[in-house]
């Protein structure tokens, strides 16, 4: 009889990882680094239900960093079998683990590893090297063996690049883990792709509660513009894998339309976004058409700069008058976009614009809950900026979304509802129970199910 072990979120939405138990054989579903509080990420070093070095394989759903972060400790502990993903999540996984080790290390030597925001060092680029030397790339749609007794197709799932969800055959059964399900119509990502039959579904469930506003463009374009009359800086934290990308071709579509906004100086300041567009180009299958290709800036964005370097970072705190910077990480918990929110929290021509979900703990759910000051660097700070929260560019299924997701369903499955605050979790599990008539109930961390 097949097991399933929630040893990661479940009751939150960071620390993915799934531990499957088939015939004596140990594999994992996504395996990725908790964020967030301190209560949270303590939980990366909590021991795992089994030893790292018996398990014999890992299919990873996407690559950001809650699904892919722990990958190099798991390495670092003992494992060395298989990481399978498809061949853009290999790509971006390189970038994303190259980066959290530098962070980490840099943090480390910085001595901050007890700020609120600063995680702990888990693991250092060595150990990332290792890791990406075990990745198996697996196109969509093909059919391979994961362990024996275990065989898994990867669809695409609309969320980031690469993105997929994995549908696992065992013991005659199959069973999804939807990784983290994107949206219907985006901009440059597929829909995702239909379930088909299945006897279990392991379901994100970030937004199970929440329909995201409609008009995304016009409330960005609001606070634009309502940031240029107020004549400050604009901060954007940004995840530099797809978000930023996303957030460039919003503010592209707004500067064609607006004249008010045609001339707003766009910075952005990443060492990883020249990365990232490479991968763009190098799997122009796995996106769509990128709109306004070949414009000497990104998507055609007016009085573009770009900041590799940490000098020509700097250089950005030197600007006057209006002007946004997108910076990483995207929840603000590291990262150049905190010296940014540093810089203007206190002045209160500035605005932080969040465009993200925000994990109870880190400095984006703080700040958008209402925080009156923020420690930051050592330093208390009077948050004197507006800051604005706009949902509607969420890389995450709402309601609506999953609805449709799952009328894709030809069967009726359970469902376990992770990835996802208690609230959202419930609320998705109690969703699919009156509209679908599936059976479901949220995941709890530790518990082992038998599929
Ligand atoms: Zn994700």
Redesign the pocket.
Known sequence: MAELTFVGAAGTVTGSKHLLTVGGHYLFVDCGLFQGERAVTALNDAPLPVEADDIEAVVVT?G?L??IGYLPKLVRDGFSGAIYCTPPTQALMQIVLEDAAQLQEEMARRGLEHERTAPPSYYNEGDVQRTLRLVRPVSLGTNFEVIPGVRTTYHNAA??LG?AFAALELEGKRVIFS??LGRYGRALLYDPDPIGTADAIVCESTYGDTVHPPDALASLKAALLDGVERGGVMVMPAFAVERTQDMLLAVAAIQRDEPRLKSLPVHLDSPMAEKVDDVFKKFPEAHKPIPNDGAATPFGVNDFSLAVTTDESKALNRLKGAHLIISASGMATGGRVLHHIHNHLADEKSTIIFVGYETCGTLSYILTHGAKTVRLFGDTLPVRAKIVNLSGFS??ADRNDFARWFSTCTAKPHLYAVHGEPNSAAALASFVKSQFGWSAEPAKRGVTVQL
Do not use: I
Request: aromatic share 0%.
């Open positions: 996407h950001h809650d699904h969320h980031v993105s990784g983290d890389g995450h």
